[in-house]
């Protein structure tokens, strides 16, 4: 499943931000993620939340700060905390298979 290509490379790049799989960081705040359910057409969902604080007890406050969508190709439609050229980087290679019949090319035979 794509999707779950663009996840694992979404996790990748949040180990190597925060060394967690669910936090990364943006413009000098702290964003986390958590999956919700998945749709019957693969369309992959969930929650992003931002670092509001710190308790007086010391536990971390966060506050919803938005959601994602990944399709079930794996493309990126929303990432809440993620720069778009950043999300991009996360989606699988599609390969574009071009025929060019307007002026095709002509390798004389060996």
Not at 18 to 33: M, R, V
Not at 75 to 90: D, E
Request: some cysteine.
């Amino acid at each position: 499943m794509n999707a779950e290509y663009t996840l694992t490379q979404l996790k990748l790049w949040c180990i190597n931000q925060s060394k967690d799989e669910q936090i990364w960081f943006n413009k000098d705040a702290t964003y986390h993620w958590n999956r919700g359910k998945d749709t019957a057409t693969g369309l992959v969902n969930g929650v992003v939340r931002k670092l509001a604080g710190i308790d007086a007890s010391g536990r971390q406050i966060w506050v919803v700060a938005g959601s994602f969508k990944i399709d079930e190709n794996g493309k990126v439609l929303r990432f809440t905390g993620i720069p778009c050229k950043i999300q991009k980087t996360f989606e699988p290679v599609r390969r574009v298979h071009v025929t060019n019949t307007e002026n095709p090319i002509h390798f004389p035979a060996e």
